[in-house]
């Protein structure tokens, strides 16, 4: 069989970059897309595989990363993430539109310029990775649930819309991860987002990875639908056994 193309969204850090190592792993070539250029580059070298600039909230950026891609077999939309948490009463607007911008907007752009190849693919997969956030609500979480729940009910249209297609759409739903996501929240406020993860043991971004290659390695008429992943400790996005 010849080598399968697997396209990484988000793929310079965290749950992209281990999915990129670990379908390189299990045979794909493997295109990685993100803002920090130098990161997929250097991953690109380890993996054998093809570094390219993507700002999934620029729509040139998209139309030009999707031009540079000859084919595509399976598309992780994984590029995302939250800033801050207030709650509603205290919203703020940028913070809403970054996680709207790039966890909403920028998985509809890519899959959208990607669906061409992914459906003459002859066995197309798109795996997105929303989150616990894209199906319970939390005090504070509101900008992060609301864009979450719209990405999941985008990724889950899909599977409707393309049924009949041979493409796959499989819904990765992780709880905690423990990447650079609550830096990135908190703004760079290392103490706050160690807090995050402190008294128990939460998943690391191979945890994720490995289940996203499990996915994307089953056979051609095998879809799964909607993987929810959390630590053992977690039970759900406010709950947590700490010790
Ligand atoms: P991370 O370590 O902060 O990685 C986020 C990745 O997204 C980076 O590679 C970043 O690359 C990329 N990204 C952000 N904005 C982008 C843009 N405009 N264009 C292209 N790429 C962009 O966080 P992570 O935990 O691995 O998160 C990956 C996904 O998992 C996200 O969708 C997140 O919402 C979801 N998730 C995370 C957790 C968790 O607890 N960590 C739980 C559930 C779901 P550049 O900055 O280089 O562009």
Redesign the pocket.
Known sequence: MSTRTAVI?????????ATATSLAEAGFHVVL????LD?VEQLARQTSGTALP????DADSVASFVEQIPECHVLVN?????KGLERVEAADEDHWRWMWE??VL?TMRVTKALLPKLVASGDGHVIT?????GHEVYDGGSGYTSA?HAQSALHRTLRSEHLGDPVRMTEIV?????????V?RFDGDADRAAKVYQGYEPLV?EDVADVITFAATRPPHVNLDQIVMKPRAQLNGSRFHRE
């Open positions: 969204t988000g793929a310079s850090a965290g749950i992209g970059a897309g993100a803002r920090r990161r993507l700002d999934v909230t994984n590029a995302g993430g939250a790039t966890n920028g990775v929303t989150s616990i956030a979450k992780p709880g905690a991860v423990e990447t650079e996501f609550s990135n971004a």
